[in-house]
């Protein structure tokens, strides 16, 4: 299904707005602070800004001084939050939002490339906008929407500038003056948190494979792109030298290329990868790598250019410890909305638009899917009817209909086998965050009963009911701050660090969203004393070595008064008073 929460991806470039991150430590306790680089509300390299800057998110502009014309939206708006990725020659998924499309977009009534009954902008009703859609996460009624909400940082646009945007089209989407732009002042910047620490020196890299592979490739790729069955064929661990190198490993998605060609990385394909384009503006097939939707730093990729420009050389084991360690990739960005499980009608056409292609088909799609395998909607009669086998357990069909237990898709989404079986590769979706447990039940009872076809008003069915969790609630706490946990604190841990660098679930402490009373039951939270919870003293201690979420950044300063105030206040399952779905 995914690759490297690649959720993210294919649409473009929560909470505050991502615009005035809290600093100076917990503001219910006066503690030191503990926030991260970026402060873990928009991670490095957002999206949102061309690579090379991207740690912050565009200062947001006063709203209220915006004059909601095309050009007073477009430069206020769409220029600091959107046009970074959707823009050029190739922008994603076709949709560019530089200011001189206002002719096609407008004028020519550009239509949406996700539901193609809907116009981007339809002048004068916001509701039946698409773009209002993808920027409020979901249609007016709670349609779904396809793909990721925009921006595709995972922090929405600050919900001021959004009726902006919605004045702008509800006014006739007026092309106004150019003057426009400047209006809007930058609203003042955010105090500035404590710096960083300090990033390591790319230039202290040992550009040979062995340098590479140890400071970029092993952190950023080789976590998915490694084993038996790698995704799309291509592994980047430090043994295949001699396969994307000696040999001249091709392109899977573009054939006329090698993924290394010594000498030349404009030729190599590898670059066009983590660029995004070929040198001349080429469009490249799939998602920019990584698939976390976050650049990899540009002094990185340039090593990996010289290192290619100097012919690619191997050099000597001893230039992996060259360069000081690179710093931890950040963690997933969270999944889609969760549509309501009870109302999906548990067909292909049910299963394919409510759970697949949210979660799977951003990467599993197209001419070159991952791994082969697509789970794109007219793929029934190679899944179901033909009955498509397994790319990594090549006895086993991928499903198995009335056999959810021999259905390898199964396998793959509870990441194992129904008697512990293990599988190949990564549990899915790649991003790290196992999918909902009643989700997975749908697609299960949809392989009981035999995975039929059904009707194509299927679709239609699961609505848009995201759970709305009350401020102080566990399920609360648990979607905004502790589900990047379950990597490695579940039952059936996603990490690929587990049994490697250490035994999961560590300590055998379960975060997952069914176990509250296990997280409540002992030393791990003791309701009412923030001090004395293991869980509190683990999220905030200085030495990183210990820290959780062990080996990513901390969390943010909200995700941690979040915690705090939720065990300070007694760690209710439900708050009293409230109603909890």
Known sequence: MLLGLAVMLAGGCAGDSGTNPSVGGNSATGQPGATPPGDGTTPPGDGTTPPGDGTTPPVAPDPSAIVPTWYGVQANILQPFCAGCHSGANPPAGLSWEVGQYATIVSNGRMSTEISTMREVQAGNPDASYMMWKLRGQGPAGQAIVGVRMPATGVPLDPALIAVVAQWISNGALLGDPADANSGPPAPPPVTPDPPPATPDPSAIVPTWYGVQAKSLQQYCAVCHSGANPPAGLSWEVGQYAAIVTNGRVSTEISTLREIQPSNPDASYLMWKLRGQGPAGQAIVGARMPATGIPLDPALIE?????????????????????????????????????????????????????????????????SPLAGLSWEVGQYATIVTNGRMSTEITSMREVQPGNPDASYLMWKLRGQGPAGQAIQGVRMPATGIPLDPALIEVIAQWIRDGAPLGNPADATSGGTSVPTFPVGSWMYVWTESLQVCTMCHSRTPSSPRCGRDFSCPPKGVVLTADNYNGVVDGDIVRPSRPDNSELWDRVTDNDPDKRMPFGLPPLSQRQLDIIFNWINNGAPLCPAGEVCP
């Open 303 to 367: 090593v990996i250019a010289q290192w290619i420009g100097a012919g690619a050389p191997l050099g000597v084991p001893a230039d992996a410890n060259s360069g000081p360690p690179a710093p931890p990739p950040p963690p997933p960005p969270p999944p889609p909305p969760v549509t309501n499980p009870s109302a999906i009608v548990p067909t292909w056409y049910g299963v394919q638009a409510n759970i697949l292609q949210r979660f799977c088909t951003v990467c599993h799609s197209g001419a």
